[in-house]
């Protein structure tokens, strides 16, 4: 069974400046995809960046950026120049990619809340 | 652009009630999911469809079932309902390319159930 930890249940960043989100997972699978999902108050599930595991660079969409350490098993998300709008649960989610014909499932952390500081 | 669309938003039930949460997607997408999402418990699976006509179950199956009928809709049902259905309930739905997928999933804005 694949896990997903989010440790940090809460964090805070002041409005510009960068915050780094931590997540680490455990699987069996030597390829999968990692993904950062935001959901703000609207409760709206955005996917933000995704990783594939066989890629080492480290992927990155604008402000978001990934710190992916395969070996450690660690995928965290980095927000620079934070804005208000940032402001969100972020979900750290896991997928496998076994050929099974079944599509790939995802298995979620419960999530980290992010406020932005104006 | 409609994406994945869920009805109704909002819905009250009262214990041993029976309800269909209903769920479409006009991506032409293969794979559809439903999950439920608890404070502090993250999204939870509960079935999946991985293509038109077949259907497994997630992390979390007990007191659903799902009916995908057919490639646009993917609906949950609760047959009885009960206060530990409540929750906030995502559909999504994914594309497919080859054996291997690494599409992200699509999510619908949710169905906040509460279950008296």
């Known amino acids: 069974a694949q896990t997903v930890t989010q440790s940090q249940p809460e964090m805070s960043v002041q409005e510009a400046e960068t915050v780094t989100l931590s997540c680490t997972y455990d699987?069996?699978?030597?390829?999968?995809?990692l993904f950062w999902y935001k959901q703000p108050p609207s409760r709206q599930m955005i996917l933000v960046i995704r990783?594939?595991?066989?890629?080492?660079q480290n992927a990155t969409e604008n402000r978001f950026s990934v710190n992916f350490q395969k070996a450690a098993k660690s995928f965290s998300l980095k927000i620079s120049d934070s804005q208000l709008g940032d402001a969100a649960m972020y979900f750290c989610?896991?997928?496998?990619?076994?050929?099974?014909?079944?599509?790939?499932?995802?298995?979620f952390g419960k999530g980290i809340t992010l406020s932005v500081r104006p | 652009n409609a994406g994945v669309t869920q009805t109704p938003k909002f819905q009250v039930l009262k214990t041993g009630q029976s309800m269909t949460l209903q769920c479409a997607q006009d991506?032409?997408?293969?794979?559809m999911y439903w999950y439920r999402q608890d404070p502090g418990m993250g999204l939870r699976l509960i079935y999946y469809?991985?293509?038109?006509?077949?259907?497994d179950k997630g992390e979390v199956p007990n007191g659903y079932n799902v009916s995908r009928l057919n490639k646009r809709e993917f609906s949950l049902r609760l047959e009885s309902a009960a206060p530990s259905q409540t929750s906030v309930y995502f559909c999504?739905?994914?594309?497919?390319?080859?054996?291997?997928?690494?599409?992200?999933?699509?999510f619908g804005d949710g169905t906040r159930l509460s279950i008296l």
């Open positions: 989610a896991l997928s496998d990619s076994r050929g099974t014909g079944a599509n790939s499932k995802l298995t």
């Open positions: 991506m032409n997408h293969n794979s």
């Open positions: 699987t069996s699978e030597s390829d999968y995809y």
């Open positions: 469809s991985a293509s038109e006509g077949t259907t």
């Open positions: 990783q594939e595991a066989y890629k080492q």
């Open positions: 999504a739905s994914s594309a497919r390319q080859g054996p291997y997928s690494n599409q992200p999933q699509h």
